[in-house]
């Protein structure tokens, strides 16, 4: 019997790591002759460095950088030294989780340190940069992360931008002489599981602004100055991506990305998948299993057991979901691959209890579960 195990990090709980070991670990304790394929996932956002070196080996690299506010931060990514491929997780360097809630402010945040991530893979030697951009604190258009690679982004003085997306509605000139040349040998991938367009009424500003401290004055402000940023950019190279889906990710991230680095936009867990190797280990298994935190019928915007359960069905392979909470609508992903679906609190308790026993919890369902599937199988 071939089991193989790819669930997401249960969110301020546990790793997709210790996730998948201790469902591998339940699974054990009824089949111990199972074989058990382990495959850590996740879907571009907290956790897809983490998941991937799980998966894969390589190594995590660390560098100083700009924060989102501009103080000084530490921020880790990924490296697969044997394909020279960089991971980098922006919410690292320029995440939403680096800035107290009473201290956030789209208008002035920065996507500067990410850019700074990107240089230090360069230095590494990296062809092929992986950008995972979810949990930003951004609202920048990514001009932060293209100015740390040499982009300069001068107002009508000949000065260089302040940094934030408020300070784009000052932008006269952008020079491209600075951008480090480096960049054009790259393969760049976007992971993310947004697809927003940047400007309009669901765009960056829109839809993400007021989360990161945009009020409604301020989100219009914000929308108006990428609308000029895209203007400029689209005279500056030749093409206008800001109506792409993913250019609103991450503040706009996505945008620049596409825009200065001719990214590719994939959904995130279709390039965790890729990298740890999902599709070849399903291959002619019994069984998947598959997790999250919550299980709704957000999950089928690309969330990781959505993703999971796609490759599974092009195989013929039944696919059992363990969430922590089974929200509203979860019965719409038995239409999607998902056969059945559980939810990790035995009973009643808190949503920090369940957090701390997550371990105990899944390994006892995954041994409830698999009790269940012996009886399948011997009838």
């Given at each position: 019997?071939?089991?193989?195990?790819?669930?997401?990090?249960?969110?301020?709980?546990?790793?997709?790591?210790?996730?998948?070991?201790?469902?591998?670990?339940?699974?054990?304790?009824?089949?111990?002759?199972?074989?058990?394929?382990?495959?850590?996932?996740?879907?571009?956002?907290?956790?897809?460095?983490?998941?991937?070196?799980?998966?894969?080996?390589?190594?995590?690299?660390?560098?100083?950088?700009?924060?989102?506010?501009?103080?000084?931060?530490?921020?880790?990514?990924?490296?697969?030294?044997?394909?020279?491929?960089?991971?980098?997780?922006?919410?690292?360097?320029?995440?939403?989780?680096?800035?107290?809630?009473?201290?956030?402010?789209?208008?002035?945040?920065?996507?500067?340190?990410?850019?700074?991530?990107?240089?230090?893979?360069?230095?590494?030697?990296?062809?092929?940069?992986?950008?995972?951009?979810?949990?930003?604190?951004?609202?920048?258009?990514?001009?932060?992360?293209?100015?740390?690679?040499?982009?300069?982004?001068?107002?009508?003085?000949?000065?260089?931008?302040?940094?934030?997306?408020?300070?784009?509605?000052?932008?006269?000139?952008?020079?491209?002489?600075?951008?480090?040349?480096?960049?054009?040998?790259?393969?760049?991938?976007?992971?993310?599981?947004?697809?927003?367009?940047?400007?309009?009424?669901?765009?960056?500003?829109?839809?993400?602004?007021?989360?990161?401290?945009?009020?409604?004055?301020?989100?219009?402000?914000?929308?108006?100055?990428?609308?000029?940023?895209?203007?400029?950019?689209?005279?500056?190279?030749?093409?206008?991506?800001?109506?792409?889906?993913?250019?609103?990710?991450?503040?706009?991230?996505?945008?620049?990305?596409?825009?200065?680095?001719?990214?590719?936009?994939?959904?995130?867990?279709?390039?965790?998948?890729?990298?740890?190797?999902?599709?070849?280990?399903?291959?002619?298994?019994?069984?998947?299993?598959?997790?999250?935190?919550?299980?709704?019928?957000?999950?089928?915007?690309?969330?990781?057991?959505?993703?999971?359960?796609?490759?599974?069905?092009?195989?013929?392979?039944?696919?059992?979901?363990?969430a922590g909470t089974l929200g509203e609508d979860y019965q719409d992903l038995y239409k999607h691959g998902i056969d059945a679906a559980f939810?990790?609190?035995?009973?009643?308790?808190?949503?920090?209890?369940?957090?701390?026993?997550?371990p105990r919890l899944l390994w006892e369902r995954t041994s409830d579960i698999a009790r269940v599937?012996?009886?399948?199988?011997?009838?």
């Amino acid at each position: 019997m071939k089991i193989v195990i790819a669930p997401d990090s249960f969110k301020d709980s546990i790793s997709a790591q210790s996730a998948a070991d201790a469902i591998a670990q339940g699974w054990k304790e009824v089949w111990p002759d199972a074989q058990i394929i382990t495959c850590p996932m996740a879907d571009g956002g907290e956790g897809t460095v983490a998941a991937v070196l799980a998966a894969c080996g390589g190594e995590r690299q660390r560098a100083e950088v700009r924060g989102p506010l501009g103080e000084t931060a530490y921020a880790s990514w990924g490296w697969l030294p044997d394909s020279h491929t960089a991971i980098i997780e922006m919410a690292e360097a320029s995440g939403l989780q680096l800035v107290p809630v009473d201290k956030r402010d789209a208008c002035i945040s920065s996507t500067f340190g990410t850019g700074q991530l990107i240089r230090a893979a360069l230095d590494e030697g990296a062809q092929r940069i992986i950008l995972a951009i979810g949990g930003s604190a951004t609202n920048d258009g990514g001009a932060g992360a293209m100015q740390a690679l040499g982009v300069q982004l001068l107002d009508g003085h000949g000065q260089e931008l302040a940094p934030g997306g408020l300070a784009l509605a000052n932008l006269w000139r952008i020079d491209l002489s600075g951008l480090d040349p480096r960049l054009a040998q790259v393969r760049f991938d976007i992971a993310a599981d947004v697809n927003n367009p940047l400007c309009g009424e669901q765009g960056a500003s829109a839809i993400f602004g007021p989360q990161k401290g945009a009020s409604p004055e301020q989100v219009r402000l914000l929308d108006k100055a990428l609308g000029l940023f895209a203007n400029h950019c689209a005279k500056a190279l030749g093409h206008d991506v800001r109506d792409e889906p993913g250019s609103g990710a991450a503040g706009g991230l996505g945008f620049a990305a596409k825009a200065f680095l001719g990214a590719q936009f994939k959904p995130g867990v279709e390039v965790v998948a890729e990298l740890v190797g999902l599709a070849q280990a399903v291959e002619g298994a019994d069984l998947v299993i598959t997790g999250e935190g919550r299980f709704d019928a957000q999950t089928l915007r690309g969330k990781t057991p959505f993703g999971v359960a796609q490759i599974a069905r092009e195989k013929g392979v039944p696919v059992i979901a363990i969430a922590g909470t089974l929200g509203e609508d979860y019965q719409d992903l038995y239409k999607h691959g998902i056969d059945a679906a559980f939810s990790l609190a035995s009973g009643p308790m808190t949503l920090d209890q369940a957090c701390i026993e997550a371990p105990r919890l899944l390994w006892e369902r995954t041994s409830d579960i698999a009790r269940v599937w012996r009886i399948a199988k011997n009838q």
